[in-house]
Structures are given as C-alpha cells and as structure tokens.
C-alpha cells in the first residue's frame, strides 16, 4: 500500500514499522509533526511532550536502557538543549535501539540561528543517515534502529525544513517485531564515572571503524552513473535539487552522511575528471573528503554556505562552475513578490503588553515564542531574544549592571517558562536581583500549533495531566510579588508595570488570556470604526493589529482615516481602549445613517 507523506509524518510511520515503544520530543518546527502524527494515527506507540529537549532525550535514553526502542525528535536548536546527555549516551551505547532525529532550518525560516547539526554526529561519533525523500526518512528510521542495535550506539537521522515539510509517495511496510530486551544491570557500560568512561572511549573509537566498512557496504551510498565526466557528490535535499537541473551528470549519493564511505569516495573521484560536493550550510562533506586527500574535489565556492539551497541556487552554481551553460530566471521571486512580514494575529493578548511595555520605554529582554513578534514595527517593544529562557538571565545580568535607565523587563512566555525559564527566575531570587518578570500565559505551546505543555492539563496522548499552577510555582521559588493581569487592559498594564519595577527584588506578571486560536478560535462581537469620529490620527495602526487598515476616506490632511475588518476582529478591546476620539464601537452601537 502507498500513501501521500510528508517526510515528518513518513518519520512517524516508519516509527510505526519499526515497532518503537516510546518516543518524546518538545514541540519545534520543522520537526513537530513527527510526535503529533504519531499521537494521532499510532497510539501503539507512546509518545509525549517533555518540558524541554534534555529531558525528552533522556526520557527516550530510559527507554532504551529498559529495553524498548526509543525516538527523540527536535529541531536543530533543541540538540544544544540536549547536548549534554548526547554526548556521553555515545559512550554508554543502547539495550533497545535509539534514534535522535534533528530537523535542521535552513534559511531560518522560523529559528534563531542557521546551524548546521552533521557536525554534531562528527563531534559525539554517532552514525548519521540523510533522507533526501518521505520514502527514505522512513526506511532510514527502520534501518537506523538496526544499525543501532548492531553497533550499540544512537543513530542521528538528519533531517531538514524542506525534507520534513515536503510530500512524496511512501511505501508502506508492516510493524516488525524488535527484539525482546529487558534492563540488565551492568554499571561498566552505563555509570559513567571518568574510570569507566575511558574504557568506554575506546568503545566508541572501535565502534567507529566498524561503522566506516559499514559505510561502504549500505545500499544508502549508492553511485549513478550516466557516463558524465563530470561527478556530483551530493545528499538529503541538496541531491533532488542538483538531480533536477542536471540529471545527466553522474552521482555519489550519501545517505549514510557520517562516518563517510572514503573508498567508494576514492573511486568515485578517480574515475571522474571533475568532482563538485552539493550540500546545504557547512562544507561538511567537504572539508572530510578534502582532508581524506582528495584535494580536487570542490563545493562552497560555488554553492556558498548561508541559507538553503534550492533548484535555482544550484543552477547558479553550476553555471558559475562552468558545466550548465544557461539559467532559466523564473518569472517569480521572492524578491518580486509582494511581502509579507509576520504579525501577531488579531485579538492576541501579547499585543496589549507590548503596547504597554513600548510605551514605558523600558529595555525589554525577550524570549523564543508568538510574542517574538514584538520586535516588528510598529509595535518595536522587544530589545534582545537568544534562545528559549534567555529572558530572565538577560535581563539578571543587565539589572546589575544598570544597563537600561528605565529599568528592564523580561518577557516569556507559559511553554518557554516550563521549558528553561524557572531556573532563571530561580536566580534571580537567589542572587536578589531587581528585575520584573512578565509570563504572557496563553495557555498554550502556540508557536508550534498549540501544543499541550504541562501547564495546560493535557497530554500529547490527550489524556488528562496535572496542572502546574504558574502563580504558585513562582511563589515557591521565593518570588515575593505574583501579579496577575487580564492582557486586554492596557491602563491596568501600565500601572501594573510600573508598580512591579518600582518594587525591590524579583517580582512576576502574569498575564491571563489564552491563546485566540488554539484550541478554538475565540471571536467576540467585532469592533467597528465610526468614519464620521475618526480623525485619522493613526493610534489605532499603531498596535499592529491585522484586522484594522487604511480606508479610502481621509482627513483634511490626507490622512487615511481606518477601518476594520468585521470577519477578522476578535473584539478584544485594545483599538478601542486607545483612539482618542472614541471612534471605535462595537458593532450593535454602530448606528449607519
């Protein structure tokens, strides 16, 4: 049987077929679907949002040591998170097969940073395999948690934004049955005290060589050959791409993209009279094969190391290299196209703090989540955001330094709070510092898709979970002010605010209003602007709200009056809270004559 997958939904079928037990993940694009899809269609297999990325990996290395077949998903930046357990889980290789799938972003198109996370499969010896299709995230995933238990190591499946997110036809398989293992105490090869963790070190170091024969042998790094004098050596994504501007050329597709297969490499180099590597960010492949001794082979000077590759990317590339004579410019670009910058969406209860923090003036030190957006114009109320629950460190060290005039605050948000923010808030009690917190608590993973957390009182699996009362956990952690606020009373921001800042020692706000969209969409009786009233002073735009633009009437000025989209609006207050003229009603007072 054949299915339409994208390759996400593919990793989570091919979890399926390899009969995996449990499987944990936090929610990051581009690799969230994988644990929803596997919640939805496959309850056969456990799976569960952690509070961060360290605790799911380690949650997923329990399983393993228990016996059970276990996968980790996240995005690039969530193996930073759990790096540490990574690293030395190399070391005490599996009981149940394991496999780490890390979706990389390229092109940032919904991340903070562009790495490139091959490397990390080089820098904790681990196998690495590339799917460049839906049909082979899901067979690799199968092959993987073989791999895995035949060389007693985690397998790294790399993923990235255009593999996880594209769809292509998959064969399906049935579950296969693995083997049956059960924890067995041996504290030499799962206690890592320095004594054991050196004998091991050669574990992993031996493992290494058989893993490079391996790397020869896999059906994975395949050669195409078309006659060409010419060889690409390419994988993952970048392969489809080059195959589809110069299908004629010859190939070496890496699938198995660590440790590499150097003697097929040697031939395919040998037998070709010019070699060129195709793979997106980092000259990995590259740099390897180059200081393997084969110094003819060439890549980034072409191809370049910033952004993703695509079709057009790598025609530029081959024409500048001299084997495609011509390129065909498409007639639309992203840079001719009309853009579209993001923006809260209308009715979210982020905008009115940012309102109120922007016109305080005050440093404001963000966080990863839908509030991000208050960087963009016109809101401009966000100073600084490094990566999940950098907020309140930042806005720690700033305080002491007394970096900002007007005081700083730190913004973040219910899911990143659980994720990595209550050790932050936890210093800042212990080391007294002067900082005002702000927990915009929309009661939900919104980011991702509205994800369930554990604040929410729901499970992945749907079933119902205690809730973690934000408030109180604050007020444990030695907090000496918890505020509440209804993020849809702009004046009462204001003062609360002021009022936090002006108090000694940490204090939180909290604000109350859940999410607009998930997990319904709330919409109140809509907002409408009165163009007789309107006075055309642009306070209303300055909120950024979607659902309000421009209309074709204007003052005497020529300024355009505005006007609100009656089917967009949430008739959350905020428009009308700040017009001066009160020229915004709901729309049962709106008498049109």
Same mark, same amino acid.
């Given at each position: 049987?054949?299915?339409?997958?994208?390759?996400?939904?593919?990793?989570?079928?091919?979890?399926?077929?390899?009969?995996?037990?449990?499987?944990?993940?936090?929610?990051?694009?581009?690799?969230?679907?994988?644990?929803?899809?596997?919640?939805?269609?496959?309850?056969?297999?456990?799976?569960?949002?952690?509070?961060?990325?360290?605790?799911?990996?380690?949650?997923?290395?329990?399983?393993?040591?228990?016996?059970?077949?276990?996968?980790?998903?996240?995005?690039?930046?969530?193996?930073?998170?759990?790096?540490?357990?990574?690293?030395?889980?190399?070391?005490?290789?599996?009981?149940?097969?394991?496999?780490?799938?890390?979706?990389?972003?390229?092109?940032?198109?919904?991340?903070?940073?562009?790495?490139?996370?091959?490397?990390?499969?080089?820098?904790?010896?681990?196998?690495?395999?590339?799917?460049?299709?839906?049909?082979?995230?899901?067979?690799?995933?199968?092959?993987?948690?073989?791999?895995?238990?035949?060389?007693?190591?985690?397998?790294?499946?790399?993923?990235?934004?255009?593999?996880?997110?594209?769809?292509?036809?998959?064969?399906?398989?049935?579950?296969?049955?693995?083997?049956?293992?059960?924890?067995?105490?041996?504290?030499?090869?799962?206690?890592?005290?320095?004594?054991?963790?050196?004998?091991?070190?050669?574990? =992993?170091?031996?493992?290494?060589?058989?893993?490079?024969?391996?790397?020869?042998?896999?059906?994975?790094?395949?050669?195409?050959?078309?006659?060409?004098?010419?060889?690409?050596?390419?994988?993952?994504?970048?392969?489809?791409?080059?195959?589809?501007?110069?299908?004629?050329?010859?190939?070496?597709?890496?699938?198995?993209?660590?440790?590499?297969?150097?003697?097929?490499?040697?031939?395919?180099?040998?037998?070709?009279?010019?070699?060129?590597?195709?793979?997106?960010?980092?000259?990995?492949?590259?740099?390897?094969?180059?200081?393997?001794?084969?110094?003819?082979?060439?890549?980034?000077?072409?191809?370049?190391?910033?952004?993703?590759?695509?079709?057009?990317?790598?025609?530029?590339?081959?024409?500048?290299?001299?084997?495609?004579?011509?390129?065909?410019?498409?007639?639309?670009?992203?840079?001719?196209?009309?853009?579209?910058?993001?923006?809260?969406?209308?009715?979210?209860?982020?905008?009115?703090?940012?309102?109120?923090?922007?016109?305080?003036?005050?440093?404001?030190?963000?966080?990863?989540?839908?509030?991000?957006?208050?960087?963009?114009?016109?809101?401009?109320?966000?100073?600084?955001?490094?990566?999940?629950?950098?907020?309140?460190?930042?806005?720690?060290?700033?305080?002491?330094?007394?970096?900002?005039?007007?005081?700083?605050?730190?913004?973040?948000?219910?899911?990143?709070?659980?994720?990595?923010?209550?050790?932050?808030?936890?210093?800042?009690?212990?080391?007294?510092?002067?900082?005002?917190?702000?927990?915009?608590?929309?009661?939900?993973?919104?980011?991702?898709?509205?994800?369930?957390?554990?604040?929410?009182?729901?499970?992945?699996?749907?079933?119902?979970?205690?809730?973690?009362?934000?408030?109180?956990?604050?007020?444990?952690?030695? =907090?000496?002010?918890?505020?509440?606020?209804?993020?849809?009373?702009?004046?009462?921001?204001?003062?609360?605010?002021?009022?936090?800042?002006?108090?000694?020692?940490?204090?939180?706000?909290?604000?109350?209003?859940?999410?607009?969209?998930?997990?319904?969409?709330?919409?109140?009786?809509?907002?409408?602007?009165?163009?007789?009233?309107?006075?055309?002073?642009g306070a209303c735009f300055r909120i950024s709200c979607p659902a309000i633009s421009a209309s074709h009437e204007t003052n005497k000025h020529g300024h355009p009056k505005a006007i609100i989209d009656e089917t967009v609006c949430t008739g959350c207050t905020l428009c009308a809270q700040v017009?001066?003229?009160?020229?915004?009603?709901?729309?049962?007072?709106?008498?049109? =004559?």
């Open positions: 049987m054949r299915e339409l997958l994208s390759g996400n939904e593919a990793v989570a079928r091919g979890a399926y077929e390899a009969g995996v037990a449990l499987a944990a993940s936090y929610p990051g694009t581009p690799s969230t679907e994988i644990l929803e899809t596997l919640a939805e269609l496959f309850p056969q297999v456990y799976a569960q949002w952690s509070p961060n990325e360290k605790v799911a990996f380690e949650v997923a290395i329990g399983a393993s040591f228990g016996g059970g077949r276990a996968l980790c998903t996240m995005k690039h930046v969530g193996l930073n998170v759990a790096a540490d357990p990574f690293m030395t889980f190399a070391y005490t290789g599996v009981n149940g097969g394991f496999v780490i799938v890390s979706c990389d972003d390229p092109e940032m198109h919904s991340s903070q940073n562009e790495q490139d996370n091959r490397i990390y499969a080089k820098f904790a010896a681990v196998p690495m395999l590339n799917p460049s299709s839906s049909q082979e995230a899901k067979d690799m995933l199968v092959t993987g948690y073989e791999m895995s238990e035949m060389f007693d190591t985690p397998v790294m499946l790399h993923m990235t934004t255009r593999i996880s997110h594209a769809k292509g036809i998959v064969e399906l398989n049935d579950k296969v049955v693995g083997p049956n293992r059960k924890f067995v105490k041996d504290p030499a090869k799962y206690v890592m005290i320095p004594s054991n963790a050196r004998k091991r070190h050669v574990v =992993v170091a031996e493992r290494m060589e058989k893993l490079r024969h391996f790397a020869e042998e896999t059906p994975f790094n395949v050669v195409e050959s078309n006659g060409s004098k010419i060889g690409i050596i390419t994988g993952g994504v970048s392969y489809q791409y080059a195959k589809e501007v110069a299908p004629e050329l010859d190939y070496l597709k890496l699938g198995m993209g660590f440790p590499l297969p150097m003697k097929k490499i040697e031939q395919f180099v040998q037998s070709h009279d010019r070699v060129l590597i195709i793979e997106e960010l980092e000259p990995f492949w590259e740099e390897m094969i180059k200081a393997a001794g084969f110094l003819k082979v060439e890549g980034k000077t072409y191809f370049g190391a910033l952004g993703e590759l695509s079709p057009l990317r790598v025609a530029h590339g081959l024409r500048d290299a001299g084997i495609v004579d011509r390129v065909d410019e498409p007639v639309y670009s992203a840079g001719n196209m009309f853009p579209r910058p993001p923006v809260l969406c209308p009715g979210c209860p982020h905008r009115g703090a940012f309102m109120a923090l922007k016109k305080l003036g005050v440093a404001v030190t963000g966080d990863i989540g839908c509030y991000t957006l208050g960087v963009m114009e016109p809101l401009n109320a966000l100073d600084t955001c490094i990566c999940m629950g950098a907020s309140i460190g930042n806005a720690i060290g700033m305080e002491k330094v007394k970096g900002s005039d007007k005081g700083t605050v730190a913004v973040i948000g219910d899911s990143t709070f659980m994720h990595s923010g209550i050790t932050g808030l936890l210093d800042a009690v212990y080391n007294k510092s002067n900082v005002t917190v702000m927990i915009l608590d929309n009661r939900a993973t919104a980011m991702t898709g509205g994800q369930q957390h554990p604040a929410t009182g729901k499970t992945l699996m749907g079933e119902e979970a205690h809730t973690v009362k934000i408030p109180e956990l604050c007020r444990a952690l030695g =907090v000496g002010s918890v505020r509440e606020l209804d993020a849809y009373d702009f004046d009462a921001a204001l003062a609360m605010i002021k009022e936090e800042m002006a108090r000694p020692g940490p204090s939180v706000i909290i604000t109350n209003r859940p999410c607009v969209l998930m997990p319904v969409r709330i919409m109140e009786e809509p907002y409408l602007v009165d163009a007789e009233l309107c006075t055309a002073c017009c001066p003229p009160e020229a915004i009603i709901l729309k049962s007072q709106f008498v049109k =004559v």
